[in-house]
């Protein structure tokens, strides 16, 4: 956990512009997710992006193009309407995407982005969480994960999830 760094925006824009041209013909947008998407916030510094697409058709449009760039698929990973990549070794650590528009996978992240970027206040409050969290479990990425999960879930009730995206949420959290 590191304290915010103002190059994380131009590092996420250097990716998308390498990544935009494979996808650009039926994607809708790369967005800038997790915490080093929020100025200010404490993060893993580690960029999180999502190549934004319409349907199904274009998910799996968007593996095949990726692969050439050096992304190896490792599907959803228990999301549904995500699909995660590992990265090339020769670019900034960074994690890919492939999300649904509308998909809990993508809505999740941005709702946290979004509340997170118009709520300093919280944001202030969610970085001391993980830096704490980061301290007490070191080695343990499920017991950190967890030790987040009420204060998500908070920040996702305010940012106006509904009910059963809520639900949703909560039993991939209760599986993992």
């Not at 650009?24 to 080093?36: K, L, P, Q, R, Y």
Request: hydrophobic share 40%.
């Amino acid at each position: 956990m590191v304290d915010y760094d103002p190059a994380w925006p131009a590092v996420f824009e250097q990716l998308r512009a390498r990544t935009w041209p494979a996808v650009s013909d039926f994607a809708t947008g790369i967005e800038h997710v997790g915490s080093t998407a929020v100025p200010g916030l404490a993060a893993k510094p580690i960029i999180d992006m999502c190549v934004v697409v319409a349907s199904e058709a274009d998910v799996a449009r968007a593996i095949e193009r990726l692969a050439p760039l050096g992304y190896r698929h490792l599907g959803n990973l228990d999301v549904e309407g995500r699909e995660a990549f590992a990265r090339p070794p020769d670019l900034p650590e960074h994690n890919m995407y492939v999300c649904l528009t509308g998909g809990l996978g993508l809505e999740n992240q941005l709702a946290v982005r979004d509340y997170l970027r118009a709520h300093p206040e919280a944001a202030r409050e969610y970085g001391e969480l993980k830096r704490r969290l980061a301290k007490e479990f070191p080695d343990d990425i499920e017991s950190y994960v967890f030790g987040k999960t009420d204060l998500v879930m908070s920040i996702l009730r305010q940012a106006g999830l509904r009910a059963d995206q809520l639900e949703a949420i909560e039993r991939v959290n209760r599986r993992g």
